[in-house]
């Protein structure tokens, strides 16, 4: 008699499974992350032969060569363009443009290959209208699928160069037990789309959705099993967006690309300095900073601000830079400089000095007196200098104060 199917807890941010339910995932230590999925039980194992191993020296490689997506700053991410048969993974907070950048990318694609997308999200109407949106999309193929084993029957048939995955959420297995976004079933889709990206030589992204509570399977369960992991990073209701490679098989993980959003798309920042290094003359409070990311360097505004306080516990505020290095600054500013800051707040910000953007009526204005502006901290990408010491934050945002020093 077959075994009756398992059920386990895995935790929805880093995937660990535990056989009861936790209030803290002690892996990864988030607290409500953990959620019920039925696995399904394991066929008792057949007695397999074994394979015959080869020298290194005898295996055949050769280099190929990479697919160009005809975005540049998403093709410098990925170290020079898509690598055949390899599986991408593009997380992002909603909205942010994932299925933006990749039908702009499907489309350039599609002059020369095929190039497939996989909506699980929108209708193809929905698709058509963006792809008008962002300038036409014509030869882009489309599958609106959820179900797991129809998208890989058409990748192994179809076998197009390029396939776009939106998103991995999307995918069900009825196999798998659990709700569609599981960990189980996330696992799943991604673990048996390797196996026919690698097969079928089909080069396939996977979107892959990050919540801010956690309660849909993140996309860091599936980071060890993809050959690139990107993030897609900004605000929605700013214009710039950064991407960034966490995980790259075939290349560096310091490259930056810079995006703005745009009525017709995403648009590249060849020049990141001309947005976020310009500064008008000799501003009080402004000073440039080059920083470089991968081999590209990029010049930043990092403004200060000194204002009198009356508080006990004067502030020290850094927005896009280390609040230790600016604590180490102002110690000593104070003990070489005689710059004594003992009675003043200091803020520290990286600006962006491009065009405003309206901003939505919740958030606090500059004649509230709020300062806004804040960040989370940008996780370091290994390597990089700038990470350290300038920090490029992954919400650019305009300073809403005009710059101040005081004497
Ligand atoms: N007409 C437009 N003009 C300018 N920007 C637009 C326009 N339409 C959409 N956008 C931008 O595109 C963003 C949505 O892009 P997109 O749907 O690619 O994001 P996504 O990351 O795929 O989101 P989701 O996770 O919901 O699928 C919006 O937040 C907005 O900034
Ligand atoms: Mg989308």
Request: proline share 7%; glycine share 10%.
């Amino acid at each position: 008699m077959p075994k009756a199917a398992a059920v386990h807890y895995s935790c929805t941010d880093c995937g660990y499974s535990a056989g009861r339910w936790l209030g803290k995932c002690p892996s990864c230590g988030s607290y409500g992350t953990l959620v019920e999925d039925v696995l399904s039980a394991a066929p008792a194992a057949a007695k397999v032969p074994p394979k015959p191993v080869l020298r290194l020296v005898d295996v055949d490689a050769e280099d190929a060569e990479r697919i160009p997506t005809g975005v540049a700053e998403l093709d410098r991410v990925l170290g020079g363009g898509l690598v055949p048969a390899s599986l991408v993974l593009v997380g992002g907070e909603p909205g942010v443009g994932k299925s933006t950048l990749l039908l702009t990318a499907l489309a350039a694609i599609s002059r020369e290959r095929r190039a497939l997308l996989v909506t699980g999200e929108e209708s193809t109407a929905q698709v058509k209208l963006r792809a008008e949106r962002l300038g036409g999309a014509e030869r882009v193929e489309i599958l609106a699928e959820t179900e797991l084993d129809t998208v890989l029957a058409t990748l192994e048939s179809e076998r197009p160069d390029v396939c776009v995955i939106d998103s991995v959420q999307t995918l069900h297995s009825p196999e798998v037990g659990s709700v569609p976004g599981s960990v189980a079933q996330v696992r799943e889709a991604a673990a048996r789309l390797l196996r026919t990206a690698k097969e079928a030589g089909v080069a396939t992204i996977l979107v892959g959705h990050v919540t801010k509570d956690g309660t849909v399977a993140g996309p860091r369960v599936l980071e060890h099993l993809v050959d690139c992991v990107l993030q897609f990073e900004g605000d929605r209701y700013h214009a710039h967006r950064v991407l960034r490679a966490v995980k790259n098989r075939f290349g560096s993980t310091n490259e930056l690309g810079i995006f703005e959003m745009t009525g017709t798309g995403l648009q590249g920042v060849p020049d990141p300095s001309e947005v976020f290094g310009r500064s008008a003359g000799s501003e009080v409070g402004s000073a440039i900073a080059c920083a470089l990311e991968g081999t590209r360097p990029i010049l930043l505004e990092i403004q200060a601000l000194v204002a009198p306080t009356d508080l006990a516990m004067p502030r020290r505020v850094a927005t896009g830079v280390d609040p230790k290095r600016l604590a180490m600054i102002v110690a000593v500013l104070s003990r070489h400089a005689r710059i004594v800051l003992g009675a003043a707040d200091v803020f520290v910000n990286v600006a962006e000095r491009a065009e405003r953007r309206q901003r939505r009526a919740t958030r606090p204005s500059a004649r509230s007196g709020s300062r806004g502006g804040s960040v989370r901290p940008r996780r370091p990408s290994a390597g990089s200098r700038s990470a350290r010491s300038s920090g490029l934050p992954p919400r650019l945002r305009r300073p809403e104060l005009p710059p101040l020093v005081a004497n």
